[in-house]
């Protein structure tokens, strides 16, 4: 359940830490039925702005719209964001009036982000963090810390940046108190933004809202100077032999190999382990990047040994993906979030 005062709260301390001018256009691509699509049309009614909206996430449409409407912000997730930039149509002259590129709701591929801040050179981004049940963003990776080379080298890019204006976060351990810096945990939040509780469940929202403090769900680590990192979704964690893996780092690990276009990771259940790491791999039209047989010599190895081999040479061995499946495409939900629920069930069932 979202009250006014709930998206009212989100919408002003978002509009304070980044206010929108009130001439300012902004694409709406996320359904509205996502707290990314209606916060973003509450917070922009509220400055006196305008909205467009789409039906769905098409790319043609997209371009088409930031060209013809003069779009100057816009938020997405990271598969409509690669979505974009792998269409025969986009240029970069089609979406110079872009001023703002918001992106969330799933990690970030680092080499996905450069790419994007490239062919936006004159573009503001953040990434925003937040949840359904505090009506939207808490936190907020403020623009300075995307390009500046000082920011990157302090590792502020590959935060969700500080607590926003009104919310207090904190990261802790089972027992709900606050871990010390840099040590994974779970990311607990609080202030006038967060859902009063779940509608006619009142299990689920004392189970939820525990001390004062919403219980995310969402693995994380407080740096040193504040800045919230978050590893992965707690339910997405892989326990393999008694070890934690986070699945975002070795979904990372793939996408750096110049073949992968994307990859999603989850636990496949096994007998000795307990789990093991699956991968689900979409390869890019060219893959001159792996290793082709010479004419006079045996076949060359299999492509999930070959991403195998590069993720060893990058990851501890406990985190490299036992399995792993080459995939015409992931699943997407309506608001392009990788459906880890139906790979996981691929998973269970070869």
């Excluded at 929108?20 to 509450?42: M, T, W």
């Excluded at 607590?163 to 871990?179: C, F, H, M, N, S």
Aim: charged share 20%.
């Amino acid at each position: 359940m979202l009250s006014h005062a709930n998206l009212w709260s989100a919408s002003i301390t978002r509009a304070a830490e980044l206010p929108n001018p009130p001439d300012s256009v902004s694409l709406l691509v996320a359904p509205l039925f996502h707290v990314a699509g209606l916060g973003r049309l509450v917070g922009q009614t509220t400055a006196g702005g305008s909205c467009a909206t789409l039906a769905a996430f098409r790319p043609d449409a997209v371009l088409a719209a930031i060209e013809s409407l003069g779009i100057g912000d816009i938020i997405v997730v990271p598969t409509m964001l690669q979505s974009l930039l792998d269409d025969p149509g986009f240029r970069a002259d089609r979406v110079q009036s872009l001023q703002r590129i918001a992106f969330g709701a799933a990690p970030m591929p680092p080499d996905l982000l450069d790419r994007a801040l490239a062919a936006w050179p004159q573009s503001e981004f953040f990434q925003a963090y937040g949840l359904t049940e505090t009506a939207g963003a808490v936190c907020i990776n403020l623009p300075e810390n995307h390009r500046s080379a000082t920011a990157r080298a302090a590792g502020r890019l590959n935060s969700v940046g500080r607590a926003g204006l009104g919310a207090e976060i904190i990261v802790a351990g089972p027992d709900g108190r606050e871990l010390p810096r840099c040590e994974v945990g779970e990311v607990l939040c609080r202030g006038p933004m967060v859902t009063p509780g779940y509608w006619r469940n009142p299990e689920a929202s004392a189970a939820a809202l525990r001390d004062g403090w919403f219980h995310s769900g969402d693995a994380g680590c407080m740096a040193a100077d504040g800045t919230l990192r978050i590893v992965d979704r707690l339910k997405d964690m892989i326990i393999s032999g008694g070890e934690n893996i986070y699945c975002a780092e070795v979904e990372a690990a793939l996408r750096a190999h110049p073949a992968v276009a994307q990859a999603a990771v989850v636990g496949a259940p096994d007998a000795r382990w307990g789990e093991v790491v699956h991968a689900f791999v979409v390869l890019k039209t060219d893959c001159s990047a792996l290793a082709e047989a010479p004419a006079d010599s045996p076949d060359a190895p299999p492509v999930d040994e070959q991403l195998r081999a590069w993720c060893r040479e990058r990851l501890a061995g406990y985190k490299c993906p036992r399995r792993l499946t080459v995939t015409e495409e992931l699943p997407l939900s309506a608001a392009g979030k990788v459906l880890k629920n139906r790979l996981r069930e691929r998973a269970r069932n070869p």
